[in-house]
Antibody, heavy 127, light 107 residues
Framework: QVQLVQSGAEVRKPGSSVTVSCKAS????????INWVRQATGQGLEWMGS????????NYAQNFQGRVTITADESTSAAYMELTSLRSEDTAVYYC????????????????????WGQGTMVTVSS | DIQMTQSPSSLSASVGDRVTITCRAS??????LNWYLQKPGRAPKLLIY???SLQSGVPSRFSGSGSGTDFTLTISSLQPEDFATYYC?????????FGPGTKVDIK
């Protein structure tokens, strides 16, 4: 069973950047989109963007356009999320998650969900 | 972006209770609705996908229904390990959005 293992906690100063990694253990990313979701303390889940390794450019949420870069390397089964121009409001736990696509047997429609999640990486932005 | 709302925002229940959580989308999303459970300090866990399909390994006391804009998650008999926060998520649009969550705690 594939597991997603993320890099450890980070502390950054406002204005700096952070990169969080997400590596597949026990399998590969092949043909799966990797998504990034963040959660500020006590808050809900916020989708940041996604990428399909070796398939094309990443797709980003409007709120993060220009500040986030998501990359992936299928050869190493790793994905990366870089967030720049950090501010205190970026203090949060950052998760990677695999998108699973399943076809409905009756309608032939495809449905997406995030079936495997990394353990989360705490990023603290503080002066 | 498609906005997701959930009700209630929190509820108190006892072990063995039947619990229902609702989720509403700001526009029709067909059956592109997923439910997750999250415990403090842990990553979310997928319970239901495509509105009503049970994720492998999830107990059958969890069920989902709905299509279009209105959806429901039901726990038929609440167990101690079910006290957590539940989120709905729409995957209809490229920009995925989550509901604000429903916290289920012990009465």
């Amino acid at each position: 069973q594939v597991q997603l293992v993320q890099s450890g906690a980070e502390v950054r100063k406002p204005g700096s950047s952070v990169t969080v990694s997400c590596k597949a253990s026990g399998g590969t990313f092949s043909n799966y989109a990797i998504n990034w979701v963040r959660q500020a303390t006590g808050q809900g889940l916020e989708w940041m963007g996604s990428i399909i390794p070796n398939f094309g450019p990443a797709n980003y949420a409007q709120n993060f356009q220009g500040r986030v870069t998501i990359t992936a390397d299928e050869s190493t089964s790793a994905a990366y999320m870089e967030l720049t121009s950090l501010r205190s409001e970026d203090t949060a736990v950052y998760y990677c998650a695999r998108r699973q696509q399943r076809k409905d047997m009756y309608s032939s429609a495809w449905y997406d969900s995030f079936d495997i999640w990394g353990q989360g990486t705490m990023v603290t932005v503080s002066s | 972006d498609i906005q997701m709302t959930q009700s209630p925002s929190s509820l108190s229940a006892s072990v063995g209770d039947r619990v229902t959580i609702t989720c509403r989308a700001s526009q029709s999303i067909s059956k592109s609705l997923n439910w997750y459970l999250q415990k403090p300090g842990r990553a979310p866990k997928l319970l239901i996908y495509a509105a009503s399909s049970l994720q492998s390994g999830v107990p059958s006391r969890f069920s989902g229904s709905g299509s279009g804009t209105d959806f429901t998650l039901t726990i038929s008999s609440l167990q101690p390990e079910d006290f957590a926060t539940y989120y709905c998520q729409q995957s209809f649009s490229t920009t995925v959005t989550f509901g604000p969550g429903t916290k289920v705690d012990i009465k």
